[in-house]
């Protein structure tokens, strides 16, 4: 093992182009590859991972057997491991194991990508929104809070926050398709197995149960009832 600056390690079998930054303390091991003009800011650990070029990897990232596409930004603490990131990609304080991302995809912070995972071209996944086993249509998004679980989203959908992807029963996991420019809102159930066909609506608080038609808009709240001065009787029980 030969050292390039003070305790930055790189392994013999790393291979590096031109114009590149390393930033003490790093490690790079493995089959590593990192092209011309890529910048490795400190505290990060890269092996058998490609880094393709004028890739920006900021501090404290993990990769292990990661390809990073072109131009991609890796802001501070991601562990990315047996995934592709394409390019163009900015991925932020997120954890992401066997999934694939396209170009221009917005993924984090706090994002969670399990395997099987693939997310489109210039989709966005936000914070706190974990995805497994599915796949999210270009220019789909999940900006917050979401569980998308053994599901297919078509393109141009929105997954409001807190909309799960209710995949299990007890005893095995179900799928769910999703057509392209649906509008799911905050707080749906979308209980596997069912489809649900292109340009539909589901309003926030909805729970599906059944197979949605394509442009229907689907409401499932129930209309609030109203005690009058009734929570004088329960306020006084806390008292």
Avoid: Q
Wanted: proline share 3%; with cysteine.
């Amino acid at each position: 093992m030969k050292e390039i600056k003070d305790l930055v390690n790189i392994e013999d079998s790393v291979t590096i182009g031109e114009n590149v930054k390393i930033y003490p303390p790093c490690i790079i091991g493995g089959d590593s590859v990192i092209e011309d003009g890529a910048t490795i800011y400190p505290n990060c650990y890269i092996l058998d991972s490609h880094i393709a070029k004028n890739v920006c990897i900021y501090h404290g990232n993990f990769l292990e057997k990661a390809v990073i596409g072109e131009r991609s930004i890796l802001f501070p603490n991601n562990f990315i491991k047996d995934s592709e990131v394409a390019e163009g990609v900015r991925v932020s304080f997120s954890h992401i194991e066997g999934a694939e991302i396209e170009r221009g995809a917005s993924i984090g912070p706090f994002a969670r990508l399990r395997t099987g995972a693939k997310v489109g071209e210039g989709c966005k996944v936000g914070d706190f929104v974990e995805i497994k086993n599915s796949t999210l249509g270009s220019e789909s998004k999940a900006s917050h809070l979401s569980y998308i679980g053994d599901c297919s989203i078509g393109r141009g959908c929105n997954i409001g926050c807190g909309a799960i992807f209710v995949n299990y029963d007890g005893k095995r996991k179900w799928r769910t398709n999703v057509g392209d420019n649906c509008f799911i809102g905050s707080n749906c159930n979308i209980i596997s197995p069912v489809e649900i066909e292109k340009n539909s609506y589901i309003c926030a608080g909805t729970t599906i149960t059944e197979k949605v038609e394509e442009g229907d808009f689907v409401i499932g709240r129930k209309r609030a009832v109203v005690k009058k001065k009734r929570a004088y009787d329960y306020l006084k029980e806390r008292v």
